[in-house]
T-cell receptor
């Protein structure tokens, strides 16, 4: 069973700060997902990664397959970025998606 | 293209009642998942399916059943509802090459 850990669990920052959220996993994977869950509860996908780096607007996701680690960065953070950010991994040869417990991000104006 | 549609959005059940949570997708994704999210906690996998006719247990399958007779539909059945099944339930779909898509969730309370 893949163990997925996220850090920090909670993060409060001032508007404009650079944010980093980390995800580590214990067993090799075929893909890693970053998701966002807003206070209303809906979950949206931000990225799917199997190697390297992806960028979408102010969001950047990186993955290091050898170190079994991924990071989600937010540049020029804004209060509307306040949400829970969740990492999920898909194991090789196994279609399960295993989720981390999430990082609650609060951006203060 | 509706994506992933979950019904109902809210439901209150009495202990011992049964119900089916519906999940339908129109993206032809082969993988479908049911998760539950307890307050302040992460998502836990109940059941998943890699294609029509194939289902498998996740971390917390007890008290639930699923079926996948078509690619589009993946209903979750609760038999003999218990207060411990009070939770928010999410259905999700994915393929090997796409991001995961989630339904809006079903908030279930068992009293």
């Amino acid at each position: 069973k893949n163990e997925v850990e996220q850090s920090p669990q909670n993060l409060t920052a001032q508007e404009g700060e650079f944010i980093t959220i980390n995800c580590s996993y214990s067993v090799g994977i075929s893909a890693l997902h970053w998701l966002q869950q807003h206070p209303g509860g809906g979950i949206v996908s931000l990225f799917m990664l199997s190697s390297g780096k992806k960028k979408h607007g102010r969001l950047i996701a990186t993955i290091n397959i050898q170190e079994k680690h991924s990071s989600l960065h937010i540049t020029a953070s804004h209060p509307r970025d306040s949400a829970v950010y969740i990492c999920a991994v898909k194991d090789f040869g196994n279609e399960k998606l295993t989720f981390g417990t999430g990082t609650r991000l609060t951006i203060i104006p | 293209n509706a994506g992933v549609t979950q019904t109902p959005k809210f439901r209150i059940l009495k202990i011992g009642q049964s119900m089916t949570l519906q999940c339908a997708q129109d993206m032809n994704h082969n993988y479908m998942y049911w998760y539950r999210q307890d307050p302040g906690m992460g998502l836990k996998l109940i059941y998943y399916s890699v294609g029509a006719g194939i289902t498998d247990k996740g971390e917390v399958p007890n008290g639930y059943n699923v079926s996948r007779s078509t690619t589009e539909d993946f209903p979750l059945r609760l038999e003999l509802a218990a207060p411990s099944q009070t939770s928010v339930y999410f259905c999700a779909t994915a393929t090997d090459n796409t991001e995961a898509f989630f339904g809006q969730g079903t908030r279930l309370t068992v009293v």
